[in-house]
C-alpha cells in the first residue's frame, strides 16, 4: 500500500487518487474497503461507495458502462485545501480561502439537526459544520452513463 498524500484538488481528485480513477487504482493507496455499498437507480444508474472508516475517507464510484471515482469526502483531520490544514479553520478562514482561489459560495443551509453546510457549486464542493467545527468536506465531479467525467 503506497501513501496518500491528503490534498483536497477540486474537480481533480484527492492527492494522488484522481476523479476517473477505477477502484483497482485506490486499492493502491487505500487497500481494501472496510464497507461497501451499492445503490441502484431506475435507470440503472449505479452508485458504489467505499468507506475507508479508520482513515476518515469515503469514496463514491459511478457510471453505467464504467464506474470511476466520481466524489471524495473526508474528515481526516490532516487534509489540506490550497496548502491549508482544513480542519484547523474555522468557517469564516474557510470562507476566505475559498474567496481567495476565484471559488464563489452557492448556498449556506443549516439542518433541522444544527448541521451547516456551505456550497461552492464552481468546485463541486461542501463543507459540513457541527456546533462550528468542519467535521467532513465532500467534493467530486459530474460523470455521464459511460463513466466519463463531463464538464461544467
Known sequence: MKKLTLTIEPKIGFGEIKFGDLSQHIADYLGEAEEIENFEDDDDFSTVVLYYWEKGITLFFEGKEKSVLSCC????????????????????????????????????????DGEKRLSYDDALIDFFFQDGDLTVVNWGVLVNDKGEIEEM
Open 73 to 112: 469526502e473526508t474528515e481526516d483531520p490532516d487534509s489540506t485545501l490550497f496548502g491549508e490544514k482544513i480542519f484547523e479553520m474555522n468557517e469564516a478562514e474557510i470562507v476566505k480561502l475559498m474567496t481567495d482561489n476565484g471559488y464563489e459560495m452557492a448556498e449556506a443551509v443549516v439542518e433541522e
